[in-house]
């Protein structure tokens, strides 16, 4: 791993920065450790180490940022899984194995009812759902949500494959 999760004085998480990045602040003295876990590099006349989070000295005023919608954000909000049937890419179903490329964005309120692309109106769905449900809500076609969709928090947007654990208590997982 050589990304670094940055902090504020308040411990919310600020960004995901290079390994290169946070070695500058930590020279300039911006920054302090948050965790006992780092990444070594190992150079021709010294080994450093890094910390894995990191928090700033100094408060900066980050204002919120609404995480744009996109297919692609909506199919890593619910993490390649089907938001009615609970199959995820990867799985098998109909006797072939689904990828990521598979997986659809089914709108909740279908476009042909006026229905949006924002986060609270689409979701996940396998090729199966997505067909059954067609133009209908869910409880037309009589399906239910396994969740209830949401505007996700920047960082889950940020972030893809596997997330440290130390990194987890800072982004409220």
């Known amino acids: 791993m050589s990304q670094v999760l940055l902090l504020n004085t308040s411990y919310e998480p600020v960004a995901v920065i290079t390994h290169r990045r946070a070695l500058s602040l930590l020279d ?3 920054v302090v450790p948050a965790c006992d876990e780092s990444i070594e590099l190992v150079g021709v006349t010294a080994v450093l180490k890094i910390p894995t989070v990191m928090r700033l000295r100094r408060y900066i005023n980050v204002p919120q940022r609404g995480a744009r919608w996109s297919r692609k954000a909506v199919l890593q909000r619910d993490d390649y899984t089907c938001a009615y049937c609970g199959v995820r890419a990867g799985s098998e ?3 072939r194995v689904l990828s990521r490329t598979d997986m659809t ?3 909740v309120l279908p476009v042909s009812r006026g229905g949006k692309n924002n ?3 689409t979701v996940c769905a396998c090729p199966a759902c997505n067909s059954r449900k067609g133009g209908r809500t869910p409880h037309e076609a009589n399906m239910r949500l396994l969740w209830e969709p ?3 928090r920047v960082s889950y947007l940020v ?3 596997d997330v440290p654990a130390v990194w987890k208590v800072y982004l409220e997982w």
């Open 159 to 161: 972030l893809s494959g």
């Open 105 to 107: 964005v089914d709108h």
């Open 93 to 95: 179903q109909r006797g």
């Open 28 to 30: 300039r003295d911006r």
């Open 150 to 152: 949401k505007t996700p």
């Open 119 to 121: 986060w609270g109106n």
